[in-house]
């Protein structure tokens, strides 16, 4: 019953749009700092390993890492998504969304890890082009080619990225009502 302002609307969404703000720079974060990990020690190691056995033992073990490290990256993608729709949908304060979606996540993370990792993997063609663009240029003789790989990636993260969000926050949404039913 009271007009609706700027101000009041603000205030309203200002403290949640910092939380998902906080939210999103500690994924980043941590992915980061969990994904930078393995590979810099293995690449420092090549320093010390020169030529022969051991320098083949540790250009397998850094392809393995970057695998690794993908499935790393959804397995933490699958605890703390979760931390989104309690704050938005639930309406829950920060740190008990915190608490409640990595505890979400855990639970259910068999079929979330699922739910991440098969549409990621779609990512796959484009992160393949994107590391032969220089090829791809040579090859064609057309220096759009980057444009188009670009533009492709955008494209694709844009939908597969979507599509997640939008699977998990079913999900979740699913997952809560039969939990009240």
């Known amino acids: 019953g009271h007009p609706l302002t700027f101000g009041a609307a603000w205030k309203k969404v200002g403290k949640r749009l910092f939380s998902l703000i906080l939210v999103s720079l500690f994924i980043v974060f941590l992915l980061g700092f969990v994904s930078g990990r393995e590979v810099s020690f ?3 190691g090549f320093e010390f390993a020169g030529k022969g056995l051991l320098h083949n033992a540790l250009e397998i073990l850094l392809k393995l890492f970057h695998y690794l490290n993908f499935l790393v990256a959804v397995a933490i993608q699958t605890f703390v998504l979760f931390i989104f729709p ?9 740190f008990r969304a915190f608490g409640e979606g990595i505890g979400f996540g855990g639970k259910n ?6 739910l991440f990792l ?12 994107k590391g032969k663009v220089a090829f791809l ?6 220096p759009e080619v980057i444009l188009w790989v670009l533009g492709m990636g955008i494209v694709a993260t844009l939908l597969i990225d979507t599509f997640i969000a939008v699977s998990a926050t079913l999900f979740f949404v699913r997952t ?3 939990k009240s039913v």
């Not at 993370?109 to 699922?114: A, H, N, T």
């Open 137 to 142: 240029v040579q090859a064609t003789r057309y």
């Open 42 to 44: 293995l690449q420092s």
């Open 118 to 129: 098969v549409p990621t993997l779609c990512y796959g063609p484009i992160w393949f082009l």
């Open 109 to 114: 993370f068999g079929r979330v890890f699922l």
């Open 86 to 94: 309690f704050l938005v949908l639930e309406n829950k304060k920060f």
């Open 176 to 178: 809560r009502h039969e």
